[in-house]
Structure formats: structure tokens, C-alpha cells
Nanobody
Framework: QVQLVESGGGLVQAGGSLRLSCAAS????????MGWFRQAPGEDRKLVSA????????YYAGSVKGRFTISRDNAKNTVYLQMNSLKPEDTAVYYC???????????????????WGQGTQVTVSS
């Protein structure tokens, strides 16, 4: 079992920045493809960004490309999401997730993720 704990959310003005962290614990004897999802009120959970277990491959949703950067430090079992130029439409609960899929690729479907954090609120004011 893997436990994921997100941190770094908060309230920020439009144009500001936040860095989310996701720390993994438990069965961390291997690395996992990781993703960041977000869910706004009344909407489905959507993939924002993903990284392969080596960090060599990354994915960004079109709405965040050029503004968000995903990275990971496998020695610390931590994945980060640097969010710059934040917009009010970025307001959501952000979740990190880990996939048990056994290959070094980005994972794009929510159903392929096995472990989820509890979420951290990001609120961007206009």
C-alpha cells in the first residue's frame, strides 16, 4: 500500500504561483508513474499533469501547458507541481495519484491510478 499526502495549496491572487508537493510513504521500494488531477465544484476530476516513474516523460493538459511544471525527486519519494500564472479557472481541489502500471510511461487515465491523496484546495482570486 502507498499513502500519498499533498501539501502546498492555498489562496493566491490571479497571476501568482503555488507549488504543490505530494509525498509518498509505505510501499516505496519501487517508483510509480504519478499524476496530478483537479476537481472543481460540479465537475469531473481531470488530469492536469503526469510524469513517468523516471521523470523522463511528462504530460500537461492544454489548459495548463506552459504555466505548470511537474517534477519529481525519487530519492525523497516526492512529486511536485509548480503552478505559475494562476487563473481563477485553476481553482479546484488538486489530487496526486500513483499508478502500479509496470512501465516507465505517463499514465493518462484516472482508472489506471491505484493510490490517491486526500487533496489540497487551490483557490485563485481574480
Amino acid at each position: 500500500q502507498v499513502q500519498l499526502v499533498e501539501s502546498g495549496g492555498g489562496l493566491v491572487q490571479a497571476g501568482g504561483s503555488l507549488r504543490l508537493s505530494c509525498a509518498a510513504s509505505g510501499r516505496t521500494n519501487r517508483t510509480y508513474p504519478m499524476g496530478w488531477f483537479r476537481q472543481a465544484p460540479g465537475e469531473d476530476r481531470k488530469l492536469v499533469s503526469a510524469t513517468s516513474w523516471s521523470g523522463g516523460s511528462t504530460y500537461y493538459a492544454g489548459s495548463v501547458k506552459g504555466r505548470f511544471t511537474i517534477s519529481r525527486d525519487n530519492a525523497k519519494n516526492t512529486v511536485y507541481l509548480q503552478m505559475n500564472s494562476l487563473k481563477p479557472e485553476d481553482t479546484a481541489v488538486y489530487y496526486c495519484a500513483a499508478s502500479r502500471l509496470p512501465y516507465d510511461r505517463v499514465v493518462l487515465t484516472a482508472t489506471s491510478y491505484n493510490y490517491w491523496g486526500q487533496g489540497t484546495q487551490v483557490t485563485v482570486s481574480s
